[in-house]
């Protein structure tokens, strides 16, 4: 059929881009891919259907002017990403996070810590690349085995990443299924906890019974943190008083703004030499330390520590770093709305439905396209749209409530991604940690039950919520 010659087109160029760009995908080359997709998709629609071209350029805009609130909370994302850094406010986490690693629990501790780094920070990618590699030498030290570190890792990696308002990935999905994002969190709880729980047992019942020895020496690591950034449990009211505004259902927008406010004004008042430092004057004042948090709010930050490790951990974006993902998703949405005009994305839709038959099934389809659109497009972000997308008009006509097909698209895309070989996630991950994706692959026991606990909580109908009777 001809409205399979987009995703065809899609297919070969995301082969052709992983093969030459190897990581680098995000810089522009699925941004490119998915305009060439686009452009197919509405030569064919103009030449077969005979489409105005007035009426696939409304469809197209109206695609991207949905998407602008998830753009707005991006670049908000990245400023909280810097002030909450430089206000110190995730090394405390980090520091006190990092006392807690015992031999005989390092496999549980090291889920739970990258889980709270990755929550606080919204990225497992930067997670995993930080904190992740000082847990394998911790590991290795210990005498754990590279499939069960990585996997460990991996697992409360992507549980943060999942949960964390500050997750790109989070935003994209909530935003494409037209779901507020802390109604989606909420309702992601269902699957992801129990799973999450699963793993950590697993992981407990690992650590005491392997045959395991040596001492991790993490003193450098938190002296690092110690010597670079005011360290105190004080600085955790900013984190409580967000999950507070959370709670009370303020706007997404809203918090994300309090809490960068509030960080600036913690930064300014307790990392003011840091600050300085940031705007590269030794000079104390008011335009000084304005300067500094503008570039921390706006840019790229390196702070040195002392360990090349932390400097990575430590280093923000700020909003600028958020600019990859927007093009990503103005580019996606313009594929998506050429496929939408053109028909051919109903055509697809059609055909997938044609297996569903209830909520569970129509969960399992969702589910198993995301991982199709994994493994077909080697990127989480297309298949979180892709499968959004396609299900999102089958949801609404059944009366699912769209968190359902937020958590659905989720399960299946965002912690799928790093199982896959030649996926950007596990290419990523695989290269940072040094450990094949099909060695950890084993032990990433969120990451594959997250689906089939999905599909779970689906067949039984536990908190499956209807717009309509």
């Known amino acids: 059929m001809l409205s399979f010659i987009p995703f065809l087109v899609l297919i070969v160029l995301v082969t052709c881009y992983i093969a030459v760009f190897g990581n680098a995908t995000l810089d522009g080359a699925s941004q490119v891919s998915l305009m060439v997709a686009a452009a197919v998709s509405v030569l064919i629609g103009h030449f077969s259907k005979r489409l105005e071209w007035e009426s696939l350029e409304k469809e197209v805009s109206e695609k991207i002017a949905s998407c602008t609130p998830a753009i707005i909370i991006l670049l908000l994302i990245g400023a909280i990403g810097g002030t909450w850094m430089v206000a110190g406010i995730v090394p405390t986490m980090i520091y006190y996070g990092m006392q807690i690693i015992q031999p005989e629990i390092f496999l549980v501790s090291s889920s739970v810590l990258c889980a709270l780094v990755s929550l606080m920070i919204g990225s497992s990618w930067t997670t995993v690349a930080t904190i992740g590699l000082a847990l394998m030498g911790i590991g290795k030290a210990h005498g754990f085995d590279d499939g069960w570190i990585a996997g460990s890792i991996i697992t409360g990696a992507y549980f943060g990443d999942k949960l964390s308002p500050l997750s790109d990935t989070t935003v994209l999905a909530s935003s494409v299924s037209g779901t507020p994002l802390f109604t989606h969190i909420r309702y ?193 972000y297309l298949s979180i749209m892709l499968s959004s997308s396609v299900f999102k008009d089958s949801y609404r006509e059944r009366g699912y409530e769209p968190q359902l097909l937020s958590r659905s698209c989720e399960d299946g895309a965002t912690v799928t991604s790093v199982l896959v070989p030649w996926n950007t996630c596990g290419l990523t991950q695989s290269t940072v940690l040094g450990v094949a994706t099909l060695t950890y692959l084993p032990y990433c026991f969120f990451n594959y039950l997250s689906p089939l606990m999905s599909i779970f909580i689906a067949s039984i109908g536990w908190k499956i919520k209807r717009t309509c009777s």
């Not at 000084?288 to 923000?316: A, F, Q």
């Not at 209830?358 to 080697?378: D, E, K, M, Q, R």
């Open 188 to 380: 992601m709880l269902y699957t992801t906890v129990p799973t999450f729980c699963i793993s950590l047992t697993i992981f407990l019942i690992a650590g005491f019974t392997m045959n395991v020895s040596g001492h991790g020496n993490v003193a450098e690591f938190m002296d690092g943190l110690q010597n670079t950034f005011v360290i105190s449990s004080w600085l955790l009211i900013v984190p409580v008083l967000t999950c507070v505004m959370i709670a009370r259902r303020w706007p997404s927008m809203v918090v994300l703004f309090m809490a960068i406010l509030l960080a600036v004004v913690v930064a300014l008042l307790v990392q003011s030499e840091l600050v300085l430092r940031i705007a590269g004057d030794d000079r104390q004042g008011l335009l000084t330390s304005y300067k500094g948090m503008m570039r921390v709010c706006y840019g790229s930050t390196d702070i040195e520590t002392g360990n090349s490790v932390l400097n990575e951990l430590v280093h923000t974006s700020g909003m600028a770093g958020m600019m990859p993902t927007i093009w990503l998703i103005i580019c996606a949405q313009t594929f998506g709305g050429a496929l939408t005009a053109t028909g051919q994305l109903q055509d697809l839709m059609r055909l997938l439905l044609r297996f569903v038959r209830g909520t569970a099934s129509l969960v399992a389809s969702t589910v198993g396209t995301a991982l199709f659109c994994n493994i077909a497009t080697a990127d989480q």
